[in-house]
């Protein structure tokens, strides 16, 4: 409506400036609201599961990966970021493993180089991903060796109380093998399937934006005979390395959301910190356990956002 020359323009008696800026006041409001919910829960994200990933010594990416799809619609984006965020927990983790003396160098070497290698390619090759499909399987695999380390600590644990002859820390489900310092004897047939594991998983983990360290730690534990404490930093060191392989492939294509990678990475690298203080004072038993859960989790997580996509 054109108001009479000299009368300004109204609504109700209200001028329309008065009403279009009482509009855009309750648009920025409702804005900065929603911009401070997305704040706190991309914080509560990073701090949680930060904390999570430092007891566990799994960086936990295929936990954090579906709360990001509710930040990050584009699969590849979502992936790329996530992979960001996993570099900055893993490492911080890694270095709080590193100073208390918990990592295998030759498993780190051989089944961590050959990660990197496989995750960068997975990262590179992202584009060609049936997400969907890779998703539910590595959901339905997680599922199951969750279950059967969880189950297997709990009954360790079980036949540990009934004989009453464990030591304090002692892991009475630990590689019988070992050298003097307590570490088992890592032969050339464990090094070649610990690398051509490696390399497997992380090929599919660059390309979903994980790092599969959930395949990877049972893997060290159960066949090469590594403790949990020394399976966990061992696995936190070479996901910091892989997560930096996967990611560099995924930022050639532009494959990041720099906000969120702040957000969250921070929140992690707080939670990572104080959670590996706690994991390495856990009992093996205890933390068995922890990781079995924290597997099956990320399990159910990850099944329900594949068959979501």
């Known amino acids: 409506m054109v108001g009479r020359a000299g009368v300004e323009p109204s609504r109700g008696g ?13 648009v920025d409001a409702a804005l900065e609201h929603v911009f401070n919910l997305k704040f706190l829960f991309e914080v509560a ?45 893993a490492t911080t983790a890694a270095y709080r493993y590193w100073r208390s003396h918990l990592i295998e160098g030759t498993v780190f070497i051989f089944m ?28 339905l695999a997680y599922f199951l060796v969750g279950l059967d380390m969880f189950f297997r600590a709990a009954a360790a644990k079980s036949a540990t109380e009934t004989s009453g ?9 630990a590689g019988e093998h070992k050298g003097e310092s307590g570490r088992p004897a890592i032969g050339l047939r464990n090094t070649v399937a610990a690398a051509l594991w490696g390399f497997v998983l992380g090929f599919i983990g660059g390309m979903v934006g994980i790092l ?3 395949l990877r730690v049972p893997t060290m534990i159960k066949v090469i005979g590594l403790t949990p404490a020394v399976a966990a930093g061992t ?6 390395f892989m997560a930096l392989s996967g990611f560099s492939g995924h930022l050639m294509h532009g494959n990041l959301d720099l906000p969120v990678l ?28 922890l990781i079995g859960a924290a ?3 990320m399990a159910i997580a990850l099944f329900i956002t594949g068959v979501r996509l």
């Not at 008065?18 to 309750?26: A, D, I, M, S, T």
């Not at 904390?51 to 699969?75: D, H, K, N, S």
């Not at 696995?235 to 910091?240: A, D, E, H, L, T």
Request: net charge positive; aromatic share 8%; glycine share 16%.
């Open 14 to 26: 209200i001028p329309y400036r008065h009403v279009l800026n009482g509009n855009w006041k309750r």
């Open 45 to 89: 994200v990073g701090l949680a599961i930060g904390v999570f990933a430092g007891v566990a010594g799994m960086p936990l990416g295929a936990l954090r990966l579906p709360a990001l799809y509710l930040i990050i619609p584009t699969p590849q984006i979502a992936a790329g970021t996530n992979l960001g965020i996993d570099t900055l927990t």
């Open 112 to 139: 961590g180089g050959f990660s990197c290698i496989g995750s960068f390619l997975g990262g590179y090759l992202s584009s060609f991903a049936p997400y969907k499909g890779l998703l539910i399987f590595i959901g």
């Open 165 to 173: 002859n464990q030591k304090p820390g002692e892991d009475i489900s």
């Open 212 to 214: 599969m360290g959930s």
């Open 235 to 240: 696995n936190m060191s070479i996901s910091s």
């Open 262 to 289: 702040i957000t969250v990475g921070t929140a992690s690298i707080v939670g990572s910190y104080a959670g590996s203080h706690l994991g390495i004072s856990l009992n093996p038993l205890a933390m068995k356990r």
């Open 295 to 297: 597997i099956i989790l």
